[in-house]
């Protein structure tokens, strides 16, 4: 019983080493065929990941401003702290939450669609097609893709961190009681230039990560109908687990 | 002279052996059929031809080279010399049927927008499909997808042409055009065609030889008419769907 579950344990391990370990190889070779990048694709990619993310990425950085607002503006108002709120929610997007969160919203919108799309070419043959007409699919599928999401993810942020911090300022003054002055001052106060772009580049790897494993999953798709359905989802939810612990060790490095 | 040649060609998928020892010579501008049962490994013999699989054990030669240790670089300097028809035509759903048709064309030649125009026109004329450019793979039936991927094959002129089960899953007037097709190409490019298939009618119609597979083995060659006469009761009872005369062996049992 015991050993029969270590046994499934560490087959599962070494799985998921396996797993990373071709997600490495992939890099990799998306890096090498660099040279074979068709920016014009890219460009495409760019424009299909804005117009698919943008307004839901800001929709859920507004509330998460507001409702962080709410919480620190209460407690901090108890203290006497007011002072310290604008500062604290400016802060907390740009290092962690716009970052973390537009990547987490890109993983669901982009990378199910850059998974889906990659894994129906697989199971109907088009990778193989691509091949035979002598054309590499990671230069041609995967290099466009990782450009995009390593350089609009951060787009992305930047308007992130600007309506976040929007969100936490209507609140602050509609409903907190907190001076319109007292919440800029703040942010002038506490904030530095690289509590924005710290988080700019956190969310330069979130993309990596999002397009790296959604093009993996995509050229890994098993055949048959469940197959496209099945990588989708574990691309979402790779990405998901890869964002948040590399996001710790970026923050480790980036904010020491 | 010739043109592609397999020697003693193993293939496992994971240590599952599909066939042994599997030797076949086709010269330059024939066009060689190959039969069998379905899972005798007929596509694994294209797949290997034009690299998409490495054999386990053997010598695959294309034109005096021996690619079976060839990179996917090297590869596809020699795939800019073959095409390959799908068996569900693998077309680039993403694209219209004259973006496809101009994809090996953009990818590997220096013609202008209007050359390559004049070509896919011309192509798609040859199969038939005069004014489709504009046309996307999803409005079409899977006869035209079929001809579209043809076209899309032969739009490079290459000198090696591979055909999977062109004719399945088509009507006889259907399967007949293809078959006449596959003849009109060969005549015009003077290519070498391999051609797949379990229609015995589609065959005998295109073959200058044909080669049965069966079991993991090449159990016959021979030009249509040797193969019409074989005394091999296998060979008898694939092509006339039961052996001429003679014992009943198993399967001829269970068809009664
Ligand atoms: N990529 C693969 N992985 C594992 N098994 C495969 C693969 N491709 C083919 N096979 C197996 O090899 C055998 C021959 O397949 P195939 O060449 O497609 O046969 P055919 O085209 O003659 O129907 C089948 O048993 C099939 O299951
Ligand atoms: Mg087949």
């Given at each position: 019983?015991?050993?029969?579950?270590?046994?499934?344990?560490?087959?599962?391990?070494?799985?998921?080493?396996?797993?990373?370990?071709?997600?490495?190889?992939?890099?990799?070779?998306?890096?090498?065929?660099?040279?074979?990048?068709?920016?014009?694709?890219?460009?495409?990619?760019?424009?299909?990941?804005?117009?698919?993310?943008l307004?839901?990425?800001?929709?859920?950085?507004?509330?998460?401003?507001?409702?962080?607002?709410?919480?620190?503006?209460?407690?901090?108002?108890?203290?006497?702290?007011?002072?310290?709120?604008?500062?604290?929610?400016?802060?907390?997007?740009?290092?962690?939450?716009?970052?973390?969160?537009?990547?987490?919203?890109?993983?669901?919108?982009?990378?199910?669609?850059?998974t889906?799309?990659?894994?129906?070419?697989?199971?109907?043959?088009?990778?193989?097609?691509l091949?035979v007409?002598?054309?590499?699919?990671?230069?041609?599928?995967?290099?466009p893709?990782?450009?995009?999401?390593?350089f609009?993810?951060?787009?992305?942020?930047?308007?992130?961190d600007?309506?976040?911090?929007?969100?936490?300022?209507?609140?602050?003054?509609?409903?907190?009681?907190?001076?319109?002055?007292?919440?800029?001052?703040s942010?002038?106060?506490?904030?530095?230039?690289?509590?924005?772009?710290?988080?700019?580049?956190?969310?330069?790897?979130?993309?990596?990560?999002?397009?790296?494993?959604?093009?993996y999953?995509?050229?890994?798709t098993a055949?048959?109908?469940?197959?496209?359905g099945?990588?989708?989802?574990?691309?979402?939810?790779?990405?998901i687990i890869l964002?948040?612990?590399?996001?710790?060790?970026?923050?480790?490095?980036?904010?020491? | 002279?010739?043109?592609?040649?397999?020697?003693?060609?193993?293939?496992?998928?994971?240590?599952r052996?599909?066939f042994?020892?599997?030797?076949?010579?086709?010269?330059?501008?024939?066009?060689?059929?190959?039969?069998?049962?379905?899972?005798?490994?007929?596509?694994t013999?294209?797949?290997?031809?034009?690299?998409?699989?490495?054999?386990?054990?053997?010598?695959?030669?294309?034109?005096?080279?021996?690619?079976?240790?060839?990179?996917e670089?090297?590869?596809?300097v020699?795939?800019?010399?073959?095409?390959?028809?799908?068996?569900?035509?693998?077309?680039?759903?993403?694209?219209?049927v004259?973006?496809?048709?101009?994809?090996?064309?953009?990818?590997?030649?220096?013609?202008?927008?209007e050359?390559?125009?004049?070509?896919?026109?011309?192509?798609?004329?040859?199969?038939?499909?005069?004014?489709?450019?504009?046309?996307?793979p999803?409005?079409?039936?899977?006869?035209?997808?079929?001809r579209?991927?043809?076209?899309?094959?032969i739009?490079?002129?290459p000198t090696?042409?591979?055909?999977?089960?062109?004719?399945?899953?088509?009507d006889?007037?259907?399967?007949?055009?293809?078959?006449r097709?596959?003849?009109?190409?060969?005549?015009?490019?003077?290519?070498?065609?391999v051609?797949?298939?379990?229609?015995?009618?589609?065959?005998?119609?295109?073959?200058?030889?044909?080669?049965?597979?069966?079991?993991?083995?090449?159990?016959?060659?021979?030009?249509?008419?040797?193969?019409?006469?074989?005394?091999n009761?296998?060979?008898?009872?694939?092509?006339?769907?039961?052996?001429?005369?003679?014992?009943?062996?198993?399967?001829?049992?269970d068809?009664?």
């Amino acid at each position: 019983m015991l050993v029969a579950l270590l046994e499934s344990f560490g087959r599962r391990a070494l799985q998921l080493f396996e797993t990373a370990g071709q997600i490495v190889i992939l890099f990799v070779q998306t890096l090498q065929q660099m040279r074979h990048l068709n920016i014009r694709h890219a460009i495409v990619q760019m424009s299909h990941l804005g117009v698919d993310s943008l307004p839901i990425v800001l929709l859920t950085v507004l509330f998460t401003g507001m409702v962080l607002t709410v919480q620190t503006a209460h407690e901090f108002i108890k203290y006497g702290a007011q002072s310290s709120v604008g500062g604290v929610v400016a802060i907390a997007m740009g290092r962690e939450l716009s970052p973390v969160l537009s990547g987490v919203v890109v993983a669901g919108r982009v990378g199910a669609a850059i998974t889906a799309e990659i894994g129906s070419m697989k199971v109907t043959e088009q990778i193989d097609a691509l091949r035979v007409m002598a054309t590499d699919p990671v230069a041609y599928l995967v290099a466009p893709r990782l450009v995009a999401c390593v350089f609009m993810v951060p787009v992305l942020v930047v308007f992130a961190d600007a309506i976040g911090v929007v969100g936490g300022y209507l609140v602050a003054t509609l409903y907190a009681g907190i001076g319109s002055f007292t919440y800029i001052n703040s942010i002038k106060v506490f904030a530095v230039v690289n509590d924005i772009t710290g988080g700019l580049v956190k969310s330069m790897f979130f993309g990596g990560i999002i397009a790296i494993v959604g093009c993996y999953k995509g050229l890994t798709t098993a055949s048959g109908a469940a197959g496209v359905g099945r990588a989708t989802t574990e691309s979402v939810v790779l990405s998901i687990i890869l964002i948040f612990i590399s996001n710790y060790f970026l923050s480790l490095v980036l904010y020491r | 002279m010739i043109q592609i040649q397999l020697k003693h060609v193993d293939m496992s998928f994971h240590g599952r052996p599909v066939f042994q020892d599997i030797n076949l010579e086709i010269a330059k501008g024939e066009v060689m059929v190959i039969i069998g049962p379905s899972g005798s490994g007929k596509s694994t013999i294209l797949r290997l031809i034009i690299g998409l699989l490495k054999p386990t054990a053997g010598e695959i030669w294309i034109n005096g080279e021996e690619i079976s240790g060839y990179n996917e670089e090297r590869m596809n300097v020699i795939r800019r010399h073959m095409g390959m028809v799908f068996q569900y035509s693998a077309l680039f759903d993403s694209m219209s049927v004259g973006e496809n048709v101009a994809f090996g064309l953009r990818q590997h030649t220096k013609h202008t927008e209007e050359e390559i125009a004049s070509i896919v026109r011309r192509k798609l004329r040859m199969v038939g499909l005069t004014g489709q450019e504009n046309a996307m793979p999803n409005e079409l039936s899977g006869g035209q997808k079929k001809r579209v991927s043809l076209a899309r094959a032969i739009a490079v002129n290459p000198t090696i042409v591979l055909y999977d089960e062109p004719t399945a899953g088509l009507d006889p007037i259907m399967s007949n055009t293809i078959d006449r097709l596959i003849t009109s190409t060969r005549r015009r490019l003077g290519n070498t065609g391999v051609v797949v298939t379990h229609h015995m009618a589609s065959a005998f119609e295109i073959a200058d030889r044909i080669a049965m597979l069966y079991e993991g083995r090449i159990i016959e060659t021979g030009t249509v008419q040797e193969i019409r006469n074989s005394t091999n009761p296998i060979v008898q009872q694939f092509i006339y769907g039961r052996k001429k005369s003679g014992t009943m062996t198993e399967r001829g049992l269970d068809q009664l």
